[in-house]
């Protein structure tokens, strides 16, 4: 089977069950219709990359992909919940944003994205998938093929450019 006869393959299973898949999610893991509909989406997604050749149902797979999407989505919902609760409950003073906080903020960010792109392709994209949309290691290391601690040293190394850039500026400001 070649790849694009996978991938007619899995768009045909994905137009087929894409509502039975969707209600599927919204029952099981108790998510409204719109989330339900990205996870599906994003489950498809991973499929569609990968090497679908030695698997006997796809269906079954588009199924525990986004069953799996779902659950770590939730996870992570829970964890962040737990830190805004955590924050607010140690009384923690919520500062009002200044002028001068909004303008550091902003140059911090530019710091911030400039290291990023000063970083390789692949330390970036890591990155960005770890920190910005939320997926694990394991989940970035299924979807691009590297191995769990190869994507987590990765991640190290882009956080520490990020953080060596932003120590330079303030290095700099205090001279």
């Not at 299973?13 to 989406?41: M, T, W």
């Not at 290291?115 to 949309?133: G, I, S, V, Y």
């Not at 994507?151 to 932003?166: I, N, T």
Request: hydrophobic residues 40%; charged residues 30%; proline residues 2%.
């Amino acid at each position: 089977m070649t790849a694009n006869s996978q991938k007619l393959e899995m768009h045909d299973v994905y137009n087929c069950h894409h509502k039975e898949l969707c209600r599927y999610i919204i029952h099981k893991v108790n998510v409204s219709s719109d989330e339900a509909q990205d996870i599906v989406q994003e489950a498809f997604a991973r499929l569609i990359e990968m090497d679908l050749k030695d698997v006997q149902n796809p269906r079954a797979l588009l199924y525990k992909t986004s069953y799996n999407i779902a659950i770590d989505q939730k996870r992570h919902g829970g964890v962040c919940q737990r830190h805004v609760n955590a924050v607010f409950d140690a009384g923690a003073v919520v500062e009002e944003l200044s002028p001068d906080r909004i303008n550091d903020g902003k140059r911090k960010m530019s710091l911030v994205v400039k290291a990023l792109w000063a970083m390789p392709k692949k330390r970036r994209r890591l990155m960005l998938m770890n920190r910005f949309d939320g997926l694990s290691y394991a989940q970035i290391s299924r979807t691009v093929g590297l191995s769990e601690t190869v994507v987590r040293k990765h991640v190290k190394k882009a956080l520490l450019d990020c953080q060596k850039a932003l120590q330079a500026q303030m290095d700099q400001n205090s001279k």
